[in-house]
């Protein structure tokens, strides 16, 4: 069950930022694009059509001159970003909470849930979940017990969030985390949690790839064929 929405923070940066958002982004809108951009990611959202560099120029001049934020500045850009329609929009919100993460508190967790569970899809959901959740929980080890309830939870975003937490941890992953979430969610039969086992397995593997090989040995007969195959992908099966 989702929590209570969020309340929107007052910020005077957030009224600056949204101001200028919305006068320069739509100045870049494809309409052409955008419908085929929308076909591609399912009909998530609409789309104003403005390609990622374009987009990401077009941020820059958003945020030229505007200070560092605290984390209700963060909380009250993110959540109205949300509240407006088009995708590209959404995407101002993630990059700009992947850069200043450190700025918010474990206080943002509840925020970060928010955003992942609704207009939830791979394009927003992965990269809160490894750029943003992550790094709350790097610096905030307590939220690990958040992570414990998440990958029980019964939206598979919330669970895949919790798959992908630790995606950029390399050596400072907690294996024994990160494997026995593999094998809470390993029968679940959506596309996105099997793949999102597979992809885990796969990113910790750069780090230690027999660890990988001898997780999938081992519990190959529950792992779905799809994140068998994800997981192994760059290292190969466990040699007999």
């Given at each position: 069950?989702?929590?209570?929405?969020?309340?929107?923070?007052?910020?005077?940066l957030?009224?600056?930022?949204?101001?200028?958002?919305?006068?320069?982004?739509?100045t870049?809108?494809?309409?052409?694009?955008?419908?085929?951009?929308?076909?591609?990611?399912?009909?998530?959202?609409?789309?104003?059509?403005?390609?990622?560099?374009?987009?990401?120029?077009?941020?820059?001049?958003?945020?030229?001159?505007?200070?560092?934020?605290?984390?209700?500045?963060?909380?009250?850009?993110?959540?109205?970003?949300?509240?407006?329609?088009?995708r590209?929009?959404?995407?101002?919100?993630?990059?700009?909470?992947?850069?200043?993460?450190?700025?918010?508190?474990?206080?943002?967790?509840?925020v970060?849930?928010h955003?992942?569970?609704?207009?939830?899809?791979?394009?927003?959901?992965?990269?809160?979940?490894?750029?943003?959740?992550?790094?709350?929980?790097?610096?905030?080890?307590?939220?690990?017990?958040?992570?414990?309830?998440?990958?029980?939870?019964?939206?598979?975003?919330?669970?895949?969030?919790?798959?992908?937490?630790?995606?950029?941890?390399?050596?400072?992953?907690?294996?024994?985390?990160?494997?026995?979430?593999?094998?809470?969610?390993?029968?679940h039969?959506?596309?996105?949690?099997?793949?999102?086992?597979?992809?885990?397995?796969?990113?910790?593997?750069?780090?230690?790839?027999?660890?990988?090989?001898?997780f999938?040995?081992?519990?190959?007969?529950?792992?779905?064929?799809?994140?068998?195959?994800?997981?192994?992908?760059?290292?190969?099966?466990?040699?007999?």
């Amino acid at each position: 069950m989702n929590a209570k929405h969020p309340t929107v923070p007052p910020s005077a940066l957030a009224d600056t930022v949204l101001d200028r958002l919305v006068a320069l982004y739509p100045t870049a809108a494809d309409p052409e694009r955008a419908v085929q951009v929308q076909a591609y990611l399912k009909g998530v959202a609409p789309f104003l059509g403005i390609m990622s560099p374009e987009r990401r120029a077009l941020s820059r001049r958003v945020l030229e001159g505007t200070g560092r934020p605290d984390e209700a500045d963060c909380t009250a850009i993110a959540l109205r970003c949300w509240e407006l329609p088009e995708r590209e929009y959404h995407y101002f919100a993630v990059d700009y909470l992947r850069r200043h993460v450190r700025r918010s508190s474990s206080g943002f967790l509840p925020v970060a849930r928010h955003l992942i569970t609704t207009v939830s899809w791979w394009d927003t959901v992965d990269a809160l979940a490894s750029h943003v959740v992550g790094g709350l929980v790097v610096a905030d080890p307590k939220l690990r017990a958040d992570m414990d309830a998440w990958i029980e939870d019964d939206d598979l975003w919330v669970a895949r969030t919790a798959l992908l937490h630790q995606l950029r941890y390399k050596s400072a992953t907690d294996t024994d985390r990160l494997f026995a979430y593999c094998l809470r969610r390993a029968d679940h039969p959506d596309f996105f949690l099997r793949k999102a086992i597979g992809w885990c397995l796969r990113e910790y593997a750069k780090t230690d790839a027999e660890a990988v090989r001898s997780f999938v040995a081992a519990h190959r007969d529950r792992l779905a064929p799809l994140s068998v195959r994800e997981a192994l992908k760059n290292v190969g099966a466990e040699e007999s």
